[in-house]
């Protein structure tokens, strides 16, 4: 998962939160639970004493120290229930003190005596030698009778409640981890479900070019942002598919409209230059305007072509044909132009090579790749066009020794109007068009084009279709 994802992001703080919460609360309640089991001892232990002194030691004057001492033992057993109990009348004179318990757990004689004795209820944790912690709670009370104070203590270990707390905490740190692993996981299910819109949202978007701009992206019906921002995307497709289509009609329009008058101009001027009753500096002026309108209306007839491509005309005539006889007999028609400047066009195309598409617009893409190549190839150079499939694709390649193309420039060859240097041979006649009509050829085929090229050594143009049936 990519850590910068909202999705990884918001897993991350809610995970992070909810076990910082839990680690908080399971703390406060460990400590309350803590702070309630030894307040409870303690309130046990005080409870004992009052009963201790509310029931014998009222009656002492009455009933003699030994009773209570007989009585107290009788009643609390200490040394089987593992208690500490202890009477002692203020100033020293003991009137009960358990023995040792059964299980030997403590020894009563580590409880020092209090001193000075004490006007209120206390109660003390006294660390024994063997580690444990014994909880004693002391009541004072003077009898009604005697007025002699007698100070009534009870304890108890503190280490049953020491191992439940710990045996608690031991749970709820083995528990921790597998909590943290829910809340994560379903944290990720919560946000993954929430974004999964978004995901469709993007993927559509991504598939949205200009050739399909008539596409609009999913409307999730959450009532939600992701609702408005679909919408609003939308929105903002329509207008750009507005303008786009605009500016398309434009095109179309334009060239369609100067392409008669350019005709008109060209034969009027062919007509001037063939005049022998004209002056022999007019007929070589007009034959200069010749060669410019000549020009131009290569510009307007790629520029329409472009139009047309743009409107997705080059699916009308689609049918399915050996590319590798196109290759050959384009090779074959563009070879008086490769003459004249004493190239070589060898053609290597030995089996027949099935592809479906539009044959004529194909074979303008193996005529404008041809035509860069004699262009841009010195006098006696050589240009090898290879047909062939390889890894079920169809290839068509065409590979001169010519002046080659910069590397910075490689990027830029297919748009529009793009041309390396006006300065070069050859380019100052044409309009940077001839690629960018190749390319939209072979996406109109669903094909792919390339360029690779070192400069003064040749430049190689292939074209990658997928077949029939594959
Ligand atoms: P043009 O029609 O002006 O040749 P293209 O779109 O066909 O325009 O080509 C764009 C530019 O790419 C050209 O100006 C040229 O500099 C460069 N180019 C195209 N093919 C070749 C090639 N075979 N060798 C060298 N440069 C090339």
């Known amino acids: 998962m990519n850590p910068r994802s909202i999705q990884f992001r918001l897993v991350a703080w809610y995970t992070g939160l909810l076990t910082g919460i839990f680690v908080l609360l399971f703390t406060l309640l460990f400590l309350r639970l803590q702070i309630f089991l030894v307040n409870d001892l303690r309130e046990t232990q005080l409870r004992r004493a009052h009963q201790v002194a509310n029931t014998l030691l009222v009656r002492v004057g ?21 208690r500490f109990v202890r009477i002692t009348r203020a100033h020293g004179t003991l009137i009960y003190a358990s023995r040792r318990p059964h299980d030997g757990s403590f020894d009563p004689a580590e409880v020092p005596v209090l001193s000075p004795v004490p006007t209120r209820e206390v109660s003390r944790e006294i660390k024994l030698s063997n580690g444990k912690t014994l909880l004693v709670a002391a009541l004072p009370f003077k009898s009604p009778e005697s007025s002699a104070v007698y100070i009534i203590e009870f304890g108890e270990l503190l280490d049953p409640v020491q191992a439940m707390l710990r045996h608690l905490f031991l749970q709820l740190a083995e528990g921790l981890p597998l909590a943290v692993i829910i809340i994560a996981v379903g944290g990720y299910w919560l946000v993954r479900r929430a974004l999964m819109p978004v995901a469709q949202i993007t993927r559509a978007a991504e598939s949205i070019t200009q050739h399909n701009l008539s596409e609009r992206l999913p409307v999730p019906h959450t009532g939600d ?15 750009l598919d507005d303008a786009f289509q605009n500016s398309k009609r434009f095109v179309a329009d334009a060239s369609h409209e100067l392409r008669t008058p350019m005709t008109i101009l060209r034969g009027e001027l062919e007509a001037l230059t063939e005049n022998k009753q004209l002056d022999a500096a007019v007929r070589e002026q007009a034959g200069s305007m010749l060669e410019e309108v000549a020009r131009l209306s290569k510009i307007v007839q790629q520029l329409f072509a472009l139009s047309r491509l743009d409107a997705g005309e080059a699916q009308t005539e689609w049918a399915r044909f050996d590319l590798a006889e196109l290759a050959q007999t384009t090779a074959g028609q563009m070879n008086l132009l490769a003459e004249d400047k004493k190239i070589a066009i060898q053609c290597a195309t030995s089996q027949p090579v099935f592809i479906e598409g539009d044959r004529a617009r194909l074979k303008q893409v193996v005529v404008n790749l041809l035509d860069n190549a004699i262009k841009y190839t010195p006098p006696h150079g050589q240009i090898h066009l290879r047909v062939r499939s390889e890894n079920e694709r169809a290839l068509l390649e065409v590979e001169d020794n010519g002046i080659g193309i910069p590397r910075e420039a490689l990027p830029h060859v297919f748009e529009r109007f793009f041309r390396v240097d006006p300065a070069r041979t050859g380019e100052a006649e044409s309009a940077g068009l001839g690629l960018s009509i190749v390319k939209s050829i072979c996406t109109a085929h669903g094909a792919e084009v390339e360029a690779v090229s070192v400069p003064q050594t040749g430049s190689c143009f292939r074209v990658k279709f997928s077949m029939p049936g594959k």
């Open 225 to 239: 942002e992701l609702e408005r921002l679909s919408i609003s995307l939308n929105r903002m497709i329509a207008r």
């Open 62 to 82: 009455e009933t003699g120290e030994p009773f209570v001492a007989g009585q107290v033992n009788e009643w609390y057993s200490p040394e089987i229930n593992d």
